[in-house]
């Protein structure tokens, strides 16, 4: 078994969401040799030789188009690969050709005797970390998906805005499916430690029922306007693929919304998705419990079974 070499991540798929996570992951100074791999050689090739020509700018580091057998001792293995979402298509419109893209290149990962983290970042990301899970036989702490760690990124920076505060000093969470069924979790938002509603108060918004049903709406369809407008989404992923590569190669012990397969909390079990968990060098170390009030329960519980009538057409 090859040694885990820490400082080597490689991407599966170099469309805008890989591409721009390596720019990011370059920019970083986290790794010191990056892999691209795509069906095209030539895309990951010329990906990396652009990306590359920065590297006077940056830190040194190693970046390169290669293959499968260059993946074995790689720290952490991101898989964007996959058809995109076009304007009009749901996530879950997605899940028939991703899941068939995954049947192709999961076993690839598991027959090198990969050691490391497999963070799915392709959409329907839940979907595609339960069917990683199954087709890769690694053990489910080491296989998760980048979930809603974004939407709960795009959920602080619009609070940050709406209350004219640095959006890190929001402490919010989208859970659930990352897509049409996720919900905010209000009950448990605070702004460093300050109810929410308080904070609200202080700052002159005493209209809270409807501020926050536009807001939730606002995090939720943020990803539909942006493509839209531009056709694709991938600063904001590529920024929050950065982040959970940072806490798992310093081993941060950071808590994010990633997508795991759930066994039994809020009564949710056999399907993949987004719950705080504590993300450090060996993955997920543990989910942190957190407080829902029953209405978010029960909705919580309905976006898995959304999740489950997927799973169940899906030939795992």
Same mark, same amino acid.
């Given at each position: 078994?090859? %040694?885990?070499?820490?400082?080597?991540?490689?991407?599966?798929?170099?469309?805008?969401?890989?591409?721009?996570?390596?720019?990011?992951?370059?920019?970083?100074?986290?790794?010191?040799?990056?892999?691209?791999? *795509?069906?095209?050689?030539?895309?990951?090739?010329?990906?990396?030789?652009?990306?590359?020509?920065?590297?006077?700018?940056?830190? +040194?580091?190693?970046?390169?188009? &290669?293959?499968?057998? *260059?993946?074995?001792?790689?720290?952490?293995?991101?898989? $964007?690969?996959?058809?995109? !979402?076009?304007?009009?298509? @749901?996530?879950?419109?997605?899940?028939?050709?991703?899941?068939?893209?995954?049947?192709?290149?999961?076993?690839?990962?598991?027959?090198? %005797?990969?050691?490391?983290?497999?963070?799915?970042?392709?959409? +329907?990301?839940?979907?595609? @970390?339960?069917?990683a899970v199954k087709l890769s036989g690694l053990p489910e702490s080491r296989v998760f998906g980048s979930g809603t760690v974004l939407d709960s990124a795009r959920l602080k920076y619009i609070l940050g805005e709406h209350l004219?505060?640095?959006?890190?000093?929001?402490?919010?969470?989208?859970?659930?499916?990352?897509? *049409?069924?996720?919900?905010?979790?209000?009950?448990?938002?605070?702004?460093?430690?300050?109810?929410?509603?308080?904070?609200?108060?202080?700052?002159?918004?005493?209209?809270?029922?409807?501020?926050?049903?536009?807001?939730? *709406?606002?995090?939720?369809?943020?990803?539909?306007?942006?493509?839209?407008?531009?056709?694709? $989404?991938?600063?904001?992923?590529?920024?929050? /693929?950065?982040?959970?590569?940072?806490?798992? /190669?310093?081993? !941060?012990?950071?808590?994010?919304? /990633?997508? @795991?397969? !759930?066994? &039994?909390?809020?009564?949710?079990?056999?399907?993949?998705?987004?719950?705080?968990?504590?993300?450090?060098?060996?993955?997920?170390?543990?989910? /942190?419990?957190?407080?829902?009030?029953? %209405?978010? @329960?029960?909705?919580?519980?309905?976006?898995?079974?959304?999740? %489950?009538?997927?799973?169940? $057409?899906?030939?795992?």
């Amino acid at each position: 078994m090859e %040694k885990i070499n820490v400082r080597k991540a490689a991407i599966i798929g170099c469309g805008f969401v890989g591409s721009a996570s390596a720019f990011a992951l370059m920019q970083s100074g986290l790794f010191s040799e990056l892999v691209l791999i *795509d069906a095209d050689r030539e895309k990951a090739e010329g990906e990396a030789l652009d990306i590359s020509h920065g590297l006077p700018f940056a830190k +040194p580091m190693q970046i390169y188009a &290669g293959s499968y057998d *260059d993946i074995s001792d790689a720290a952490v293995v991101i898989v $964007t690969a996959g058809a995109g !979402q076009k304007p009009g298509e @749901t996530r879950l419109d997605l899940v028939k050709k991703n899941v068939g893209i995954f049947k192709s290149i999961i076993p690839e990962i598991a027959k090198r %005797k990969f050691d490391g983290i497999l963070l799915i970042v392709a959409n +329907p990301v839940d979907i595609l @970390t339960y069917a990683a899970v199954k087709l890769s036989g690694l053990p489910e702490s080491r296989v998760f998906g980048s979930g809603t760690v974004l939407d709960s990124a795009r959920l602080k920076y619009i609070l940050g805005e709406h209350l004219g505060v640095d959006s890190r000093s929001v402490h919010a969470f989208i859970l659930g499916e990352h897509g *049409d069924s996720e919900i905010a979790a209000w009950s448990s938002a605070n702004v460093s430690g300050v109810p929410l509603n308080r904070f609200c108060e202080m700052r002159g918004h005493f209209d809270h029922q409807s501020a926050m049903e536009r807001i939730a *709406d606002d995090v939720k369809n943020s990803a539909y306007e942006i493509i839209n407008k531009k056709k694709a $989404t991938y600063y904001g992923i590529a920024m929050s /693929v950065r982040r959970i590569c940072e806490a798992i /190669v310093l081993n !941060q012990k950071s808590i994010f919304p /990633v997508s @795991t397969i !759930q066994h &039994g909390n809020f009564g949710i079990a056999d399907v993949a998705l987004s719950m705080p968990a504590i993300v450090g060098k060996d993955g997920i170390e543990a989910h /942190v419990p957190i407080s829902l009030d029953e %209405k978010e @329960t029960k909705a919580l519980q309905d976006s898995a079974d959304a999740l %489950k009538e997927v799973i169940a $057409t899906l030939d795992l």
